[in-house]
């Protein structure tokens, strides 16, 4: 199998906490792990490419101070969401691509529902 | 990055009819993937086909790729309440980058 798991996987917090939303490859050791975000009734847009051992590559418009990324090991990838504000309520999904993969295949989280008040 | 276009955006139908999404993209690429989310929850992978495959099958999936037009199709067969979701193309733009599509909302009625 290819489980990957997210925790916590819904989240309330109140205006200009943060918060930390871990992602594990359950049974696979993950090269690569990506973190995207999800407005309603959208698509998913990918935030980073997180890479154990070295820093985490950020897409244009995330801010890289405001979404800290550690990717501590093979199969662990944290997400923190500094100082959150109503308007980083969204749906967090991270996804593992597997050690060893020949091509692209990508294997997604359950989410985070995260909501600031 | 600039994101796929699918349509439709919504698609309606009753179970036991076909339903057909279709994704169009605006690079070259290596593969496509097809993804299926349910509401609120991650990301199911269902089929991915490669640049140099025209058409894959996967149970009551079909999936075509021309490449010549960056546009794949999705068909779903004999399709049953259970399939609505979400159904979302994602390329890979000769990167190991995903970027999806828009979306197509299925909705199966009974």
């Known amino acids: 199998g290819a489980v990957v798991s997210q925790h916590p996987s819904r989240v309330i917090c109140k205006s200009g906490t943060s918060v930390k939303i871990e992602c594990r490859s359950l049974?696979?050791?993950?090269?690569?792990m990506f973190w995207y975000r999800q407005f309603p009734k959208q698509s998913l847009m990918l935030m980073a490419t997180?890479?154990?051992?070295?820093?985490?590559?950020?897409e244009q418009g995330v801010e890289k101070d405001k979404f800290l990324i550690n990717h501590a090991s093979l199969t662990l990838s944290t997400l923190t969401v500094t100082s959150a504000h109503p308007e980083d309520s969204s749906f967090y999904i991270c996804?593992?691509?597997?050690?060893?993969?020949?091509?692209?295949?990508?294997?997604f989280g359950p989410g985070t529902r995260l909501t600031v008040l | 990055s600039q994101q796929g276009e699918e349509d439709p955006q919504a698609l309606s139908i009753q179970e036991g009819e076909n339903a057909t999404m279709n994704c169009s993209y605006k690079?070259?690429?290596?593969?496509l993937q097809w993804y299926r989310q349910n509401s609120g929850r991650g990301l199911v992978h269902l089929i991915l086909?490669?640049?140099?495959?025209r058409e894959k099958h996967s149970g009551r999936l079909r999936v075509t790729l021309d490449t010549s037009k960056k546009s794949s199709s999705l068909l779903i067969t004999a399709s049953r309440a259970a399939d609505t979701a979400s159904y979302f193309c994602?390329?890979?733009?000769?990167?190991?980058?995903?970027?999806f599509g828009t979306g197509t909302r299925l909705q199966v009625f009974p």
């Open positions: 994602a390329t890979d733009e000769n990167t190991d980058k995903l970027i």
């Open positions: 996804s593992a691509r597997r050690l060893g993969e020949d091509y692209n295949e990508q294997f």
């Open positions: 049974d696979f050791q993950a090269t690569t």
């Open positions: 086909i490669r640049s140099n495959e």
């Open positions: 997180s890479n154990e051992g070295s820093k985490a590559t950020y």
């Open positions: 690079t070259s690429i290596n593969n």
